[in-house]
């Protein structure tokens, strides 16, 4: 599915799965997250910091979630590339691609590698820098109010099974530290900057995502 789709079908997609007609897949006992609520923060997950953030407006509307994702250099995996454009640490000497964004100041609150691991580098109460021009339920700026999650993917390939896995973790655990983010205010990059950005892109199943969510009710 390319875009985000019907919200209310995903609704009722997730209330089919807590009904128990469908069970969690096996993968999901693997661990959990939790939200530091005092640290903005993921417990238990390495953290690095970006310059690339700011205050949010209102530092309380945390109530909209962005999924991306990022290859660098494009459909390439496994470098060290997106931590360091994250930290402005990316040596535009290090392949032709890095020259054409050089100065590029972009962040995300967290990354999923292609291995599963999480790294989050923006505290979730401040704005990361991933949106750009954009625009959801007709408000602009979805940095102010956003939490981005970067895959690390591409257009042209599937996402790995346990990056679905731990993105519904992770998911599941911001939605119940900030309880305004709901499943209809979980969105793709494309939606909410649609004819300038693709991702997350065609490969994401945004049906499996949600199904393997959970969150509190
Ligand atoms: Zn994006």
Redesign the pocket.
């Known amino acids: 599915m390319k875009s985000r789709g019907n919200a209310d079908s995903l609704e009722a997609a997730i209330g089919d799965r807590i009904a128990g007609r469908r069970g969690p897949p096996p993968e999901m006992d693997l661990p959990r997250y939790a939200v530091d609520r005092a640290a903005h923060r993921l417990r238990g997950v390495p953290f690095v910091e970006s310059p690339n953030c700011d205050a949010r407006p209102d530092a309380d509307d945390i109530s909209l979630l962005?999924v991306?994702?990022?290859s660098l250099p494009p459909n390439q995996f496994g470098g060290p590339w997106v931590e360091r454009l994250f930290t402005n640490r990316l040596d535009p000497a290090a392949h032709p691609y890095f020259e054409t964004i050089k100065g590029l100041k972009v962040s995300a609150h967290l990354l999923i590698d292609r291995g599963g691991r999480v790294a989050q580098y923006v505290p979730f109460h401040m704005r990361a820098w991933?949106?750009g021009e954009s625009c959801f339920d007709g408000r602009r700026r979805c940095n102010d109010f956003s939490i981005g999650i970067?895959l690390e993917g591409c257009d042209e390939q599937p996402f790995a099974a346990v990056q679905y896995t731990r993105l519904a973790q992770v998911a599941g655990a911001l939605m119940a530290a900030y309880p305004a983010i709901r499943p209809a205010r979980i969105v793709g990059?494309s939606d909410i900057a649609p004819g300038r950005?693709t991702?997350p892109g065609p490969h994401f199943d945004w049906t499996r995502f949600i199904y393997g969510l959970e969150y509190p009710r």
């Open positions: 962005v991306h994702a990022i991933h949106a970067e990059h950005k991702d």
